[in-house]
Every structure is written in C-alpha cells, then in structure tokens.
C-alpha cells in the first residue's frame, strides 16, 4: 500500500503540473474552440459503451494533430490537455488512463498498474525528454460521461481504489492552490513548448471539450 499511495502522489502532482499550465493562445479570439488536437473513442470493455460511430480518427482534421484515446464513456477535462499541447510532438499518440488499465486487465495487482501507468506517464515530467514513446498516458483523471464525480484511474475502477482516489483528489487540489500562490515549485522551470506557467495571481480562463468537440 505505501508504494501505490507514493504512485498515486506523484501521479497527482503529475496532473496538478499539468493544469497550471496556461497555452499562449487563451483567450482565444470569440467563437474559435479548436482544441488542436483529435480524440478517439473507443468501446469500454467494462460497460459496453462504444463510439457513436467510428472509431478511428476523426475524419476532415488534420493528421499531424496529437491523437488522444479515450474510452467511449468517459470524458477528460480540457485543461488536462494542455500537457499534451506543451509536449511537442504534435503527431503523438495518447491513451487516457482508463484506456491503459483497460489494456493492461492481466497485469497481477493495483500495484503494478500504477507503477506501468506512472512509467507512461514520465514524458509529462520536467527534464523529461519528448522522445519516441508509444501510447504516452495522458496525466489526467477522468470521470464517466453521466456523473460529475471524477476518479483518478477510471470510470469503472474498483472499490479498492476509494482511498487512494481520495488521497489524489487531495493531493492534486493542495498543490494547484500552492502553486497558483506561488508556493510551491511545481509550476516553476523554464516555459516548455507553446505553454508557460502560471503566474500567481493570473486569470486562467478556461474551456471545456468533450471528444470530438469543444464547449465554451
Ligand atoms: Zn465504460
């Protein structure tokens, strides 16, 4: 258990890092909602749920765009991409973390899920280098497209998870406030590509999207 709360910490900070994060074309100008970047939705081997109708990519958008997977019956927040956005590899590919758990149902224990998903999720860290890496996991939680709690592993993640669900929720919001009051370190380091971090005080404003579309 401590080694999956230390996983769960980190993974948090993970995401915190990644929400403090402020692309420089907010505010866009009115009515321009591109999220510059493509999602896939694919059926949810838990609930059945699969894509309105297809699964590949989306057709009439660009091919160099970042491609995000996520299953069909969840949904990630838009700030959540903004790690996407700052990577710089604009033709990469992501999964959302209930895809990757989804992928990995044979590996043995919630312990070893977190450690494969915490090793895919490195490119988002600082220093880290944005090479080649396939199926990159997207640093972010998720939350079924019907309820507005979220979770940090999946819609459909067990019971055994309430705990350290509650620990990430926890330690996330702790250090997004200590970041946005300038606290902390996690928002500090040079700008990275196409985002700069947060300064105290700043106004973030912020959009949503879903997949396949964008909502003020
Ligand atoms: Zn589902």
């Given amino acids: 258990?401590?080694?999956?709360?230390?996983?769960?910490?980190?993974?948090?900070?993970?995401?915190a890092r990644a929400l403090l994060l402020v692309p420089p074309s907010i505010p866009a100008p009115p009515g321009v909602l591109d999220p510059q970047m493509?999602?896939?939705?694919?059926?949810?081997?838990?609930?059945?749920?699969?894509?309105?109708?297809?699964?590949?990519?989306?057709?009439?958008?660009?091919?160099d765009r970042p491609l995000v997977t996520v299953l069909a019956c969840e949904w990630l927040?838009?700030?959540a991409m903004l790690a996407v956005l700052a990577a710089?590899?604009?033709?990469?590919?992501?999964?959302?973390?209930?895809?990757?758990?989804?992928?990995?149902?044979?590996?043995?224990?919630?312990t070893d899920l977190l450690a494969a998903l915490d090793a895919a999720e490195r490119w988002a860290d600082p220093l880290t280098s944005a090479g080649a890496v396939r199926d990159a996991v997207v640093p972010a939680a998720t939350r079924s497209t019907h309820s507005v709690v979220s979770h940090f592993l999946s819609p459909h993640a067990g019971r055994e998870f309430d705990d350290l669900n509650t620990l990430y929720a926890r330690v996330r919001l702790g250090a997004v406030?200590?970041?946005?009051?300038?606290?902390?370190?996690?928002?500090?380091?040079?700008?990275?590509?196409?985002?700069?971090?947060?300064?105290?005080?700043?106004i973030i404003p912020i959009r949503y999207s879903t997949p396949g579309g964008a909502h003020a």
Avoid: K
């Fill in 177 to 202: 406030r200590a970041g946005l009051g300038g606290r902390s370190g996690i928002a500090q380091g040079p700008p990275e590509r196409g985002c700069h971090p947060v300064e105290p005080g700043e």
């Fill in 1 to 15: 258990m401590r080694e999956e709360t230390t996983i769960a910490e980190r993974m948090a900070r993970r995401e």
């Fill in 77 to 79: 927040a838009n700030r």
């Fill in 38 to 63: 493509s999602f896939r939705a694919v059926r949810c081997p838990w609930c059945g749920v699969g894509p309105a109708c297809h699964d590949e990519r989306p057709p009439n958008e660009p091919p």
């Fill in 88 to 110: 710089g590899r604009p033709a990469g590919s992501y999964l959302s973390r209930a895809v990757f758990a989804a992928r990995h149902r044979t590996l043995g224990n919630a």
